[in-house]
């Protein structure tokens, strides 16, 4: 685990793990644009959380048939049986190139962000959202979601990344200690 200043107020935590075991006030899920669970990262928040954290996905509602939160947005429920206390779903784009996926995941890290903050939490924690199945490249998405965090750090006090897997950890490492 490493940890770094962000910004004056927020510091940035870097660490190999399991998001469904940390304590934070928000994990962020990255889930697809219906919201109703999934493999990866978003499959094991389900289970982790229980069968009550897919009832209050379904009760987000549809912005149109089938999504309820577009590539690029955010969404929040309680955690349930988490340790975190909230869940912050948001939907990063499936990797097309670094000029059209780009705006489309930093989108999904500030809208999360911004939730947070609007919820007037202090600490979250996220995984490497669309480096899963969605095949963006971790060395273009670590230095994109470090910078993205510290542009929308505002009232957060903690911002980690909690990373499967000594591979995708490393990058992440190396991206924070040449932008911080
Ligand atoms: N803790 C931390 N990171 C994890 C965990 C975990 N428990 N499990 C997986 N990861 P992915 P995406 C990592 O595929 O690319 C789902 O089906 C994983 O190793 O979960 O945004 C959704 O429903 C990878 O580094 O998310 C969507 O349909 C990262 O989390 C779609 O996948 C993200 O991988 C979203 O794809």
């Known amino acids: 685990m490493e940890r770094y200043a ?3 107020t927020c510091t940035l935590v870097v660490q190999e793990g399991d998001l ?3 304590a934070v006030d928000a994990v962020v899920n990255a889930a697809n644009e219906r919201m109703l669970g999934g493999g990866g990262v978003d499959g094991a928040i389900h289970r982790a959380a229980g ?7 379904r009760e987000v509602p549809e ?5 309820r939160c577009p590539t690029g947005a955010a969404r929040i429920t309680p955690g ?3 340790p975190a206390a909230h869940v912050i779903h948001t939907v990063g784009p499936v990797y097309d190139s670094a000029a059209t996926s780009a705006p489309l995941l930093r989108s999904a890290y500030a809208a999360s962000l911004g939730l947070a903050c609007e919820h007037g939490l202090a600490s979250v924690a996220f995984p490497a959202i669309s480096c899963g199945v ?3 490249p971790l060395g273009e998405a670590a230095p994109l979601s470090i910078a993205t965090c ?3 750090a505002e009232s957060l006090t903690e911002i980690q990344f909690v990373l499967f897997g000594e591979a995708t950890h490393r990058v992440w490492s190396v991206a924070a200690k040449e932008i911080l």
């Open 6 to 8: 962000l910004t004056e």
């Open 20 to 22: 469904t075991k940390v």
């Open 51 to 57: 069968p009550e954290l897919v009832e209050a996905c």
């Open 63 to 67: 912005v149109r048939p089938g999504v």
């Open 80 to 82: 349930f049986a988490l």
């Open 134 to 136: 969605f095949g963006y």
């Open 150 to 152: 510290r542009e929308h």
